[in-house]
């Protein structure tokens, strides 16, 4: 089994910056890819970012592309959601999610394997 231990979410103004951690424990980590997804209350859960661990490739929803950034660190099992210019449309609560098992559709939230319980990520105007 795999878990997922995210932190870092809190309260920030437009404009400020937040950095998420989502820590992997568990048996031997070697997941294909690491993605961040989030769920605005009464919406559903729609996709942030994604890295493949072994390479870093990184992917981008268009509406955090150029804010937000993907990283990992392959030897503390953690990957990283740097995100600045935060906007109040980017209010929700923040999921990391590793995708174990082919087939790999890194941008949807079924393809994903494991998932933490979630930090909730406030900005205000």
């Known amino acids: 089994q795999v878990q997922l231990v995210e932190s870092g979410g809190g309260l920030v103004q437009a404009g400020g910056s937040l950095r998420l951690s989502c820590a992997a424990s568990?048996?031997?980590?070697?997941?294909?890819?690491m993605g961040w997804f989030r769920q605005a209350p009464g919406m559903e859960r729609e996709f942030v970012s994604t890295i493949i661990w072994s390479s870093g490739s990184t992917g981008y929803a268009d509406s955090v592309k150029g804010r937000f950034i993907i990283s990992r660190d392959n030897a503390k099992n953690t990957v990283y959601l740097q995100m600045n210019s935060l906007e109040p449309e980017d209010t929700a609560a923040y999921y990391c999610?590793?995708?174990?098992?082919?087939?790999?559709?890194?941008?949807?939230?079924?393809?994903?394997?494991?998932w933490g319980q979630g930090t909730q990520v406030t900005v205000s105007s």
């Open positions: 568990g048996r031997t980590f070697s997941p294909y890819a």
């Open positions: 999610a590793a995708d174990t098992s082919p087939p790999y559709a890194l941008r949807s939230a079924r393809s994903y394997d494991y």
